[in-house]
């Protein structure tokens, strides 16, 4: 796992933007800059139950992040972090997952 996960950022305003976009949302702008976020508070979780085409589906949970910098970004989740938790963010083989903040 790497840690952090990728974002845009806008290069004329400095909107950060996930996943990425054809055109910044605040101004349009066309180009961006690769940043990373490495924390966020768990703001929503959803439970995948089952997924079509795989019967050994285990249920996994999912979590909506706000991160400081700007955008909500969906993660997996790899513990029992409720809303409100401290999560740090990883990439693993590139899909973004999050755990609990070691304090
Ligand atoms: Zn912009």
């Known amino acids: 796992m790497s840690p952090g996960v990728g974002i845009w950022r806008c290069r004329s305003c400095r909107t950060a933007v996930f996943p990425q976009r054809l ?61 409100g938790a401290v999560v740090e963010l990883f990439e693993d083989e590139k899909a973004p997952v999050g755990k609990a903040k070691v304090r």
């Not at 066309?30 to 995948?48: A, K, L, P, T, Y």
């Open 23 to 83: 055109l910044c949302p605040h101004c349009h702008g066309q180009e961006f800059d690769e940043d990373r976020v490495h924390e966020g508070v768990v703001e929503e979780i959803s439970i995948i139950r089952h997924m079509i085409g795989q019967p050994d589906w285990k249920p996994r949970r999912i979590a909506n992040v706000r991160t400081a910098s700007g955008p909500s970004i969906t993660v997996g989740l790899r513990d029992e972090s409720g809303p």
